[in-house]
């Protein structure tokens, strides 16, 4: 007996709440309303739902068996703790209760559903099927949905698409139909419509956590880091304890250069999953970014032993450069490489660290070999057109004249505080960067992806169909102005430090130098420059975690090296003096000229700390990581004449580099 029930008002009030997702608000309704009326069945229910949405799963599956407990003839909180237990997994011990919610009331249709699904995982296909049969016998709308899967699953997008728009016109804001055409929409490329569609999703259902999910990956793609920050900071919130939501922000936090954070987030997200392989090759990757190898290290093992079949941490161990691997290690890469069933992204990783391995015990022409059998399959993964660059680049040429620079080049932000360092892949931009953020007035940040994403941005909305650079010809002072604006505010929150001047290391922006010009007349620009086979041997053996795919094919890389020098010899044309060019092998041969250079070029005044770049503590991201953390040292240079008798096709595409000295 309850002598003192909750109105019905009141119920429904709360029931809105969560139906609505607003499961935060939802909860709390549930506390200030059992304070009033304790024990009441219906609102337990409505708690033990709210905090399995919010991933306390612990304290609503006590919840829920406590409503079982006192009504053992109430169909929904049976549906809802097997939905809960399979939530985590435990199928068996989920399909007793669903089986008993759809026994006690049986037009609970995703009590039907979510018992297939627990059937399925079961191994017990034909119930499954038969219950999902019932499922959409009683919701039309839940077996289109799961037809609509069933196609994205497969690949049929267009299938599957058609279905969730039918979805949308018997039920507009079905959240599920918003989420999957969202997922069909970054499937495409149009992150912008997908993030559009995620956004509608999550304002029908705030705590819908795959919509959330969803949307802070596609953000990441965007390289919008700090928006996706925030959605997954948000999730937390509502659930402290998903190990995915932490993992996930880990992997944020990284690429925006907040590591330290990062580092936390992935050792969140192993306390609360200790098994989670990704997490903590994450974690192994951000402490060799804070220069703590040996906790890497032991990171990367661990992550090693959960997944042996996990080629990236071979890989990571090989690209530390400092890392030596043992016969036994060797060997157990050489027998996993061989088998048939290994992934083709994993194999790919173990073929670059089998020949790093070969390479450091000077084994070269076994190296050779499984560089090249590496960059082969790799190619086939990834998708690159050399004429696209190459056409790209003659409408840059063609844009960017003297004349433009006449009547354009001073009206942009006259922020100084940028110093842009790019050139090749791997041609010592992070030994400059170490030099240069040894300076008591300059911040190191990142590779900042802003300069590309806001040459992009000038493209959109523009039903005449005119392009950047082109589109650059209608803007106003103020529009340059406040794009150079707009780039500062976006690398904002990668300056942590306070300094007046940062860094932005980011190799590829060597074509938009005129854009930065633009935009930026008073940033500073440095090309870091390396003989040509060494840059593009360099490149031949750099696995890429993503981008750069110019580097997997030698006459690729050798084309795209000519079409990088003649960038820059455009840019030293139409803007003579702009950029200052600092060759590696001057460098390291004569480290203390090239520093006063540097920062003579930087109008910053000397300081003994830029000879000093290696007891420097900073986060460092890229591949050089450790060498920088070493003393200046002369082994990089003519590294490539130890791979020479494979090197016939590059040095043929070189030629014209190489004849210049």
């Not at 604006?485 to 990668?494: D, G, P």
Request: charged content about 25%; aromatic content about 8%; glycine content about 6%.
């Amino acid at each position: 007996m309850q002598p003192n029930r909750v109105p019905r008002s009141l119920f429904d009030e709360i029931l809105s709440q969560l139906e609505a997702g607003n499961t935060a608000e939802a909860l709390e309704s549930c506390r200030k309303t059992l304070a009033r009326y304790p024990g009441d069945i219906n609102i337990l229910g409505l708690m033990g739902a709210a905090l399995g949405e919010r991933g306390e799963l612990a304290e609503a599956e006590a919840v829920l068996r406590q409503v079982i407990d006192l009504a053992p003839t109430f169909a929904k909180p049976y549906e809802d703790l097997g939905t809960l237990l399979l939530r985590q997994q435990r199928a068996e011990e989920a399909i007793p209760l669903l089986e008993k919610s759809v026994r006690l009331d049986p037009k609970l249709e995703a009590a039907h559903f979510q018992l297939g699904k627990a059937l399925a995982m079961a191994g017990r296909g034909q119930e499954a099927d038969a219950a999902f049969e019932r499922s959409f016998e009683l919701s039309p709308l839940r077996g289109m949905m799961a037809r609509a899967a069933e196609h994205h699953k497969a690949g049929r997008l267009q299938e599957a698409e058609k279905l969730c728009r039918q979805v949308l016109q018997k039920q507009p804001g079905h959240v599920d139909a918003l989420r999957m055409l969202g997922l069909i929409a970054a499937a495409a490329g149009e992150l912008e419509e997908a993030e559009h569609l995620l956004r509608q999703a999550l304002a029908k259902a705030p705590d819908h956590t795959p919509a959330m999910f969803e949307l802070g990956r596609v953000l990441k793609e965007m390289d919008r880091h700090e928006d996706a920050i925030e959605v997954y900071r948000d999730l937390i919130a509502r659930q402290p304890d998903n190990p995915k939501a932490h993992y996930r922000l880990g992997g944020v936090l990284g690429p925006a250069a907040l590591t330290e954070e990062s580092a936390r987030a992935y050792q969140r997200c192993i306390e609360l999953a200790p098994g989670h392989a990704g997490a903590w090759l994450g974690l192994g990757h951000q402490l060799k970014t804070l220069g703590r190898q040996d906790e890497g290290i032991a990171a990367y093992h661990k992550c090693r032993e959960i997944e042996p079949d996990f080629g990236e941490v071979y890989y990571s161990l090989a690209n530390l450069k400092t890392y030596r691997f043992d016969d036994a290690e060797i060997e157990d890469m050489k027998q996993r490489v061989a088998r048939e069933d290994l992934n083709d992204t994993s194999a790919v990783n173990f073929l670059f660290a089998l020949a790093k391995a070969h390479e450091d015990r000077r084994d070269f022409e076994q190296a050779w070999h499984y560089y090249e059998e590496g960059n082969a399959r790799q190619r086939m993964l990834v998708s690159y057109d050399p004429v696209h660059t190459e056409t790209a680049n003659d409408e840059l040429v063609e844009f960017f004249t003297a004349d433009y620079f006449a009547q354009h080049g001073n009206a942009g932000n006259p922020d100084n505080s940028p110093i842009f360092i790019l050139g090749i892949p791997r041609s010592g931009s992070t030994l400059v960067e170490q030099i240069i953020a040894s300076h008591s007035q300059v911040e190191g940040t990142s590779e900042l992806p802003y300069i590309g994403r806001l040459t992009k941005s000038l493209n959109r909305n523009r039903a005449d169909g005119l392009r950047y650079p082109q589109v650059l010809s209608e803007l106003e002072p103020r529009h340059f102005h406040r794009l150079g604006e707009n780039y500062l505010e976006m690398a904002q929150m990668h300056r942590v430090e306070g300094r007046p001047r940062f860094i932005d290391k980011m190799p590829n922006n060597f074509p938009t130098i005129g854009f930065i010009h633009s935009i930026l007349p008073h940033a500073k620009i440095i090309d870091a420059r390396r003989h040509p086979l060494d840059a593009c041997v360099g490149n031949l053996r750099q696995l890429y975690a993503r981008g750069q795919t110019f580097s997997y094919d030698q006459t690729e890389i050798g084309e795209y090296y000519l079409q990088y020098l003649r960038m820059m010899d455009h840019w030293d044309r139409v803007l003579p003096g702009k950029v200052l060019h600092v060759q590696y092998e001057d460098t390291v041969a004569d480290l203390e000229t090239q520093v006063h250079r540097i920062l003579e070029f930087l109008d910053l005044p000397w300081e003994d700390n830029c000879l000093e770049f290696h007891t420097t503590e900073r986060a460092v991201r890229t591949a050089s990581s450790e060498q920088v953390r070493q003393p200046i040292y002369t082994s990089g240079v003519d590294f490539w004449r130890h791979y020479e008798p494979y090197l016939e096709e590059l040095m043929e595409v070189l030629e014209p580099a190489l004849q210049r000295g």
